[in-house]
């Protein structure tokens, strides 16, 4: 990704400067910097902006415009059409950190448990080796806290933290520690979550800027005024 350490460090003013150079120095992969764009747009100034440079990729069917065209949407809470959306992922148990996600915030994890179910079921085998991959990891927990199934969510997280830490690699790691935060916000453990979220919005590639004041995952941790204040650091470059 052009400008990846701009976004990693929240410092999107000159990610944009990059992309913006890139589209004008390679138009023949004009698409693939503007979809970038779109994300640094969305984590920057939110879904209205981002929907405005979503309508400027000329490709919807890649999977960072697909995805995008998802979490817009999502974000505004629209879930109708973050649904509708969900159909132009790649398969049935394709993208299940966002199916799970969906699941938990439109309240129809029923209406998907056999599906989620079933991903679980064609898991098993990876989950059972020594070191399984982040993304088997950082799916299985979602998938368990989705289900309602919290110990279970909580020890594959907590599995997922232990093996890929984040001094050893700080984008799987960081992305584990962020499904950890979510699988406590959404199996009760609020002060876990918050203790971990305030180390979080201090790492690069853990948290966007708008990531905690729109995403429907942090919802049940608003009413504490400790995560308004996680919202506005979230915000800050990190330097």
Known sequence: MAGLEAFALRQYPEGRRILEAAIAALPSEADAFRAQKCWLTLAQSGTEAARSELEKIGRKDTVSAVLMA????FYERNYAEAAKMMENFPSADAMSYQRACFAVASNTVEQRRASFQATLAG????LAKPSPSSGILGRCALLQAALGNKAEAIRIARRGVELYPVKKNAVEGGGLLKILASVYTWTGEKEAALELLSDLVKM???LEATELALDPVWDNLRDDPRFAD??????KPIE
């Open 70 to 73: 998802f979490y817009i949407p």
């Open 123 to 126: 898991s098993e085998e990876e």
């Open 204 to 206: 690069p590639n853990a």
């Open 230 to 235: 996680l919202v506005a650091e979230s915000a």
